[in-house]
């Protein structure tokens, strides 16, 4: 098994992780909340397949030119929906989807700020992974744009210490978490102006 293989697992793997960690626990949630966490199990698998259909270069998803349709004029209906259901992993941006679907699902539970931040964490694994299996390259792709990866992450751990905190806390602690909170902030705007 390549390297695109193993890829292909982990964004598996990733994805069956973030549907899980987004929806536990289900029975705290709204009605609404299983038929998006179905929408999110769909993507997920969907996703995946799209993913291997890629890195098996199996996944032509554009029309092959005018003779190819000219030919499928004469094609039987059900040749056509065939067509249809094989090219369909690749039609719609399932991983898209899918992020939508488990931030939803995260919405709708009570407020636990650790619990947020491991799904993002997790989110950006999948996203990663996902992007290292569609470009084919290796993970030094990714390393123009460490340092802003580095600064989501520990703005995302940050923010949960400042959500963390006790609404009553208003002594020293919270000062220096909020001058903290602004030194990153402009760190991260310092490091993105460049772009």
Known sequence: MGFG????????????GVVAWAALPLGSAPAFATPVLAIACLCAVLSVIRLTMVT???GEYADAGARERGAALYDWPASQLWRWLIGLPGALPWAQVLIVAVLVLEAVHPARPWHTAMLALLLLGFL????????????LVFRPHLPFIVAGVAL???AVGAAALPASAGGAGSGWLAAFAAVA???VAGLALPL
Not at 5 to 16: E, M, N, T
Not at 128 to 139: V, W
């Open 5 to 16: 293989g193993r890829v292909v697992i982990a964004v598996g793997l990733l994805a069956a």
């Open 185 to 187: 902030a402009v760190v």
């Open 128 to 139: 990663l992974a996902a992007h290292l299996a569609e470009s084919g390259g290796g993970p």
């Open 156 to 158: 995302a751990w940050l």
């Open 56 to 58: 098996l270069a199996v």
